[in-house]
């Protein structure tokens, strides 16, 4: 099978991670092993890639492209893990660690899964078909208002009390199953010149809540600093300004000394220093990569070191 995703900021990613050729390190959402194949290239045979994905496409992709290379090891387990992982393989620190939160290619184009609108499927939305609950699980069972705060706080819709108000009355004549149910909705209260974007930002609201993205990567963050050495790289790859901010943030608040109110004559918070960030902006893809992969076009990436 040809590797169905192009992994996005590869050469930049790889640039700012890899420290140590003989190195330890940790890439969260593998995805289909394009950034996985990069951090081995840099690395020697003493060096080792721990790889982790809940997509079992992904996974089985994943397991059969590396069988033979002894330095990869893959697991099937949710990234917010990243230190039992370290323990289950005996690994006290990582060199390195990457995670990739976007969405491949092959899971937007695989109409199964229901990630797009541009098809009538099944509204799924799950990353880990292990998880209990679709999208049109919540669509057909959360109140109006529960429904208004999921669009607006993750998709950012400014539309959200009117999409969630025609939601309800539509699933008191029918249950919404398809996307092209919700795509119906959403277009018989929102103006044709916006309807695109405001497709994209309800079902984008939909895939965050459905799979708890943000919840996780705020986890995957803090357990992360248990176990990346001193020195080590944590870099990360964004593709909403939901993610964006909580990696922003993170990185600001463990770069401090002190978090004490600036009026304080000294410092009583205890807090100690943990990063020191290696992008004052976030690195963006160049106008050449964006022409050959247009869906890279959102991606940030950030990135900072252990002290």
């Given at each position: 099978?040809?590797?169905?995703?192009?992994?996005?900021?590869l050469?930049?990613?790889?640039?700012?991670?890899?420290?140590?050729?003989?190195?330890?390190?940790?890439?969260?959402?593998?995805?289909?092993?394009?950034h996985t194949?990069?951090?081995?290239?840099k690395?020697?045979s003493?060096?080792?890639?721990?790889s982790?994905?809940?997509d079992?496409n992904?996974f089985?992709?994943?397991?059969?492209?590396?069988?033979?290379?002894k330095?990869?090891?893959?697991?099937?387990?949710?990234?917010?893990?990243v230190?039992?992982?370290?323990?289950?393989?005996?690994?006290e620190?990582f060199?390195g660690?990457?995670?990739?939160?976007?969405?491949s290619?092959?899971?937007l184009?695989d109409?199964?899964a229901g990630?797009?609108?541009?098809s009538?499927?099944?509204l799924?939305?799950?990353?880990?078909?292990?998880?209990?609950?679709?999208?049109?699980?919540?669509?057909?069972?959360e109140?109006?208002?529960?429904?208004?705060?999921?669009?607006y706080?993750?998709g950012?819709?400014?539309n959200?009390r009117?999409?969630?108000?025609?939601?309800c009355?539509?699933?008191e004549?029918?249950?919404?199953?398809?996307?092209e149910?919700?795509?119906?909705i959403?277009?018989?209260?929102?103006?044709?010149?916006?309807?695109?974007?405001t497709?994209?930002?309800?079902?984008q609201?939909?895939?965050?809540?459905?799979?708890e993205?943000?919840?996780?990567l705020?986890?995957?963050?803090?357990n992360?600093?248990?176990?990346?050495?001193?020195g080590?790289r944590?870099?990360?790859?964004?593709?909403?300004?939901?993610?964006?901010?909580?990696?922003?943030?993170?990185?600001k608040?463990?770069?401090?000394?002190?978090?004490?109110?600036?009026?304080?004559?000294?410092?009583?918070?205890?807090?100690?220093?943990?990063?020191?960030?290696l992008?004052s902006?976030?690195?963006t893809?160049?106008?050449?990569?964006?022409q050959?992969?247009?869906?890279?076009?959102?991606?940030?990436?950030?990135?900072?070191?252990?002290?």
């Amino acid at each position: 099978m040809k590797q169905p995703h192009s992994p996005v900021l590869l050469n930049e990613s790889i640039k700012l991670l890899v420290n140590n050729k003989a190195g330890k390190y940790f890439e969260a959402t593998m995805g289909f092993g394009g950034h996985t194949e990069g951090i081995l290239e840099k690395l020697n045979s003493d060096g080792i890639v721990v790889s982790t994905d809940v997509d079992i496409n992904a996974f089985s992709f994943c397991k059969e492209k590396f069988k033979n290379d002894k330095r990869v090891k893959i697991y099937k387990f949710n990234f917010s893990l990243v230190d039992v992982i370290a323990k289950i393989d005996s690994i006290e620190f990582f060199d390195g660690i990457l995670a990739d939160l976007g969405v491949s290619s092959f899971q937007l184009d695989d109409s199964a899964a229901g990630f797009s609108y541009s098809s009538n499927t099944d509204l799924d939305l799950r990353l880990d078909k292990n998880l209990r609950k679709t999208a049109a699980d919540i669509l057909n069972e959360e109140s109006e208002s529960a429904l208004a705060n999921i669009i607006y706080e993750f998709g950012e819709e400014k539309n959200s009390r009117r999409i969630a108000k025609a939601i309800c009355k539509m699933r008191e004549i029918k249950k919404i199953t398809k996307t092209e149910d919700l795509k119906e909705i959403i277009s018989s209260v929102t103006n044709a010149r916006y309807l695109v974007k405001t497709l994209s930002r309800v079902f984008q609201a939909l895939r965050i809540y459905v799979n708890e993205e943000l919840n996780i990567l705020r986890t995957f963050l803090e357990n992360s600093m248990d176990v990346l050495g001193k020195g080590g790289r944590l870099v990360i790859i964004s593709y909403h300004s939901l993610e964006d901010r909580i990696v922003k943030e993170f990185f600001k608040h463990e770069s401090l000394s002190c978090i004490c109110p600036k009026e304080s004559p000294v410092c009583t918070c205890g807090k100690e220093r943990r990063l020191k960030i290696l992008t004052s902006k976030p690195i963006t893809p160049t106008a050449n990569e964006l022409q050959m992969n247009k869906r890279a076009r959102s991606a940030k990436l950030r990135a900072a070191e252990r002290i």
